[in-house]
């Protein structure tokens, strides 16, 4: 925004002030030293610039001064000066009073070389450029604060996009998570109930197989529709899918409680049964057991086979009085037990 006004300001002084081609082309070095350290300033790179701008602005000021007689010389190193001053890491304010007394030294030089006025001088090469240089080498120490600040918001608003995408990424994949972990604990649940009563119910392994397809169906098109953001809980179809998770990872365990409610009422006089649900399993503990040793259990021996096969173990045990009969999975395998 403010590069084609200086090039503007620049390009009329050029015009008003140069009275040969040689002053223009003095004067037009200026002005280009000038626009460089602004374009370089703007790039926030104006360190690698800063001391070939100087130099040229300040010969430029010099020859304007004991050489061509322009007092809007001094254009080039009013506007490299204040560029440059508030980037210096230390000395900024020496810095600043070391280019105002060139300028202002430099300026006062042209009473060797002129017999003009010493008042009209002294106001068109001293007091006036250093004025402006020192004006706005002063109004560039807050405008570096506040661009400072300026770039601290974009660092700090870069970040934060980052951590948005980050975020978006874990919400993708924890859902992509939820949507085929819970898939596959269903499936695996059912396979593993089918293979079991392959040989005794076809008509429910077949019924275990079409949920089958049909979970994996819909697993598949709720991942395309996550793929393309298009994916919406819906919370009847949540509970559905609990349902199912429930009623498939609960079969086996709901007939462990069944038969050893079962053994309860059949071979004990109970009169307090505790029965715990954890993540690794069941345990139903009873009183009022037998002392002398229980009949063979069938139930639970068919029983503590299906466990094993699903990679759980089932405990039984008859002390004092109190029977206990617990199915565990261990070794990752408590999902089943959920």
């Known amino acids: 925004m403010?590069?084609?006004?200086?090039?503007?300001?620049?390009?009329?002084?050029?015009?008003?002030?140069?009275?040969?081609?040689?002053?223009?082309?003095?004067?037009?070095?200026?002005?280009?030293?000038?626009?460089?350290?602004?374009?370089?300033?703007?790039?926030r790179d104006i360190s690698r610039?800063?001391?070939?701008?100087?130099?040229?602005?300040?010969a430029v000021w010099a020859l304007g001064v004991l050489v061509t007689g322009n007092d809007t010389a001094f254009y080039g190193i009013s506007i490299v000066g204040p560029l440059t001053i508030p980037q210096l890491p230390r000395h900024r304010g020496w810095a600043a009073l070391g280019v105002t007394a060139y300028v202002a030294l430099t300026g006062a030089a042209r009473l060797l070389v002129t017999q003009e006025h010493l008042s009209g001088v002294l106001i068109a090469y001293v007091v006036v450029p250093a004025g402006v240089t020192a004006v706005l080498?002063?109004?560039?120490?807050?405008?570096?604060?506040?661009?400072?600040?300026?770039?601290?918001?974009?660092?700090?608003?870069?970040?934060?996009?980052?951590?948005?995408?980050?975020?978006?990424?874990?919400?993708?994949?924890?859902?992509?998570?939820?949507?085929?972990?819970?898939?596959?604990?269903?499936?695996?649940?059912?396979?593993?109930?089918?293979?079991?009563?392959?040989?005794?119910?076809?008509?429910?392994?077949?019924?275990?197989?079409?949920?089958?397809?049909?979970?994996?169906?819909d697993t598949i098109t709720q991942t395309k529709e996550l793929a393309y953001a298009q994916r919406r809980l819906n919370l009847s179809a949540e509970l559905e899918n609990a349902k199912n998770l429930f009623e498939a990872a609960?079969?086996?365990?709901?007939?462990?409680?069944?038969?050893?409610?079962?053994?309860?009422?059949?071979?004990?006089?109970?009169?307090?049964?505790r029965i715990t649900l954890s993540e690794s399993g069941i345990a139903i503990v009873n009183d009022g057991a037998q002392e002398a040793p229980l009949p063979e259990l069938r139930g639970l021996a068919t029983l503590r086979e299906r466990v094993a096969g699903n990679g759980g173990e089932l405990t039984v045990e008859q002390k004092d009085g109190r029977f206990l009969t617990?199915?565990?999975?261990?070794?990752?395998?408590?999902?089943?037990?959920?």
């Open 2 to 43: 403010f590069l084609p006004l200086l090039a503007a300001v620049g390009a009329l002084l050029v015009a008003t002030d140069a009275r040969t081609w040689w002053q223009a082309v003095v004067l037009a070095l200026g002005v280009v030293a000038a626009l460089v350290a602004f374009v370089w300033w703007a790039a």
């Open 49 to 58: 610039v800063a001391l070939p701008c100087l130099i040229v602005a300040a």
């Open 137 to 217: 080498t002063g109004l560039m120490f807050p405008n570096q604060r506040f661009y400072g600040l300026v770039a601290e918001l974009e660092e700090a608003r870069e970040r934060e996009a980052e951590l948005a995408v980050i975020r978006e990424r874990m919400r993708f994949a924890s859902d992509l998570h939820d949507i085929q972990g819970h898939t596959l604990h269903v499936v695996k649940l059912k396979i593993t109930l089918a293979q079991k009563l392959l040989h005794s119910d076809a008509e429910r392994v077949e019924q275990e197989l079409r949920e089958v397809h049909t979970l994996v169906s």
């Open 250 to 273: 609960g079969e086996l365990l709901g007939q462990v409680l069944r038969e050893t409610t079962t053994n309860i009422l059949r071979h004990a006089q109970a009169r307090q049964v």
């Open 326 to 338: 617990a199915a565990a999975f261990p070794d990752g395998r408590s999902d089943t037990a959920r």
